[in-house]
């Protein structure tokens, strides 16, 4: 029975680490901060928001719902991160850092049962308000 729980010790502990690894921030937006937000997509007007950390950039089409993020890859100054939220809905970005302010944003996948594609910039324009 001790070998079973030492067996049962490591894989959970191996489980909590790659919960830990999927939740961390992607090391290609490590320059960038949390704060307000401006986003620019073609044919909307821009929208601010108040972000804790721009990885949250990365479900803008599903913001304010609650989604696990993976992260898929990250390299340099890209990443790419695959989500999953409750209702079915999912999707993918690829976000770039232009610069530590600035990042280049293309998402798709689906949202109400429908399917969405397109890109967005996105820059830090300041702190959060205080409330």
Known sequence: MNAY???A??????????????AASPQALSQAQGGLWEVERSGSPPVKLCLASP????QFEHRGANCS???LRDGG?????????PGGNFGQSDLTLVTPR????????????????Y???ARRVGDCPAH
């Open 55 to 58: 990885m949250a950039l990365a």
């Open 5 to 7: 729980f030492r067996i």
């Open 69 to 71: 993020r993976t992260i």
């Open 77 to 85: 100054t890209a990443t790419t991160i695959h989500y999953t939220c």
């Open 119 to 121: 890109t967005f910039q």
């Open 102 to 117: 600035s990042l280049r944003v293309t998402t798709q996948g689906i949202s109400a049962n429908a399917p969405f594609n």
């Open 9 to 22: 010790s490591v894989l959970a502990a191996a489980i909590a680490g790659l919960a830990l690894a999927a």
